[in-house]
């Protein structure tokens, strides 16, 4: 008889690390064992603003919240998206969709952009779930290799795109800052990827979760 068993795809998707570190503080807890630090995952130790836990219980009251809302976002929360893209990124043309976190957002994008077996390009090191998501759809994953300073290589890049005997690249995922590097991609190095991007028909998506977390002398640059 057949096993019962989950998707190729889904057995072949990696084990998100914060995963394997909950479940190894477990176990060592559970039997006494060494203190396990789990370095995977960084979570702020305090609670949100006094304003934004009053706006949300004033939320639980009104009808809509609990209604089936738009598929791309309450309408207002759309128009504020909008409002900061324009004019804290300057992206005057942008379409926006309301997400359950930049990970919903992100599989959105995988869904949306490749079939199963189309290349994607992740630069080392990559955001474990980007990994994840693209091997949910069956995507084909190639790493693509960073400097010493964890910038993208450009000029392999540059020779991967060209390369005419090897799978069409699809799609390029960059954060920036890296995640989990923290390393911040330059403007003129934003650029030229998108210019790299352009001329070889390859969507290039640029995960900004942490934009916000920039070093005061450098210039955090999220307009590409």
């Not at 949300?56 to 209604?67: K, L, P, S, V, Y």
């Not at 994008?109 to 980007?130: A, K, Q, R």
Request: charged share 25%.
């Amino acid at each position: 008889a057949m096993a019962w068993r989950a998707s190729r795809r889904m057995r072949e998707t990696e084990e998100a690390c914060v995963v394997k570190m909950q479940r190894m503080i477990r176990e060592e807890g559970g039997k006494g064992g060494r203190e396990v630090l789990s370095l995977a995952q960084g979570i702020v130790h305090w609670k949100p603003p006094p304003s934004a836990c009053e706006a949300a219980m004033r939320g639980i009251a009104e009808e809509d919240t609990h209604r089936y809302g738009p598929d791309g976002g309450i309408n207002g929360l759309v128009d504020l998206m909008r409002d900061k893209i324009r004019n804290e990124n300057h992206l005057v043309s942008s379409s926006v969709m309301i997400t359950a976190g930049s990970n919903q957002a992100y599989m959105n994008v995988v869904l949306t952009l490749l079939d199963e077996g189309d290349t994607s390009l992740l630069l080392i090191p990559y955001y474990f779930n980007h990994l994840m998501a693209l091997q949910m759809t069956g995507a084909r994953i190639e790493l693509a290799p960073t400097t010493k300073t964890l910038q993208p290589d450009l000029d392999w890049l540059r020779q991967r795109l060209g390369d005419v005997d090897k799978p069409k690249v699809k799609m390029l995922t960059i954060s920036n800052p890296g995640n989990p590097s923290g390393v911040m991609i330059p403007r003129e190095t934003l650029e030229e990827l998108r210019s790299l991007c352009a001329s070889s028909s390859v969507w290039l998506v640029c995960d900004n979760a942490y934009e916000y977390f920039s070093y005061e002398d450098e210039e955090q640059d999220e307009d590409e």
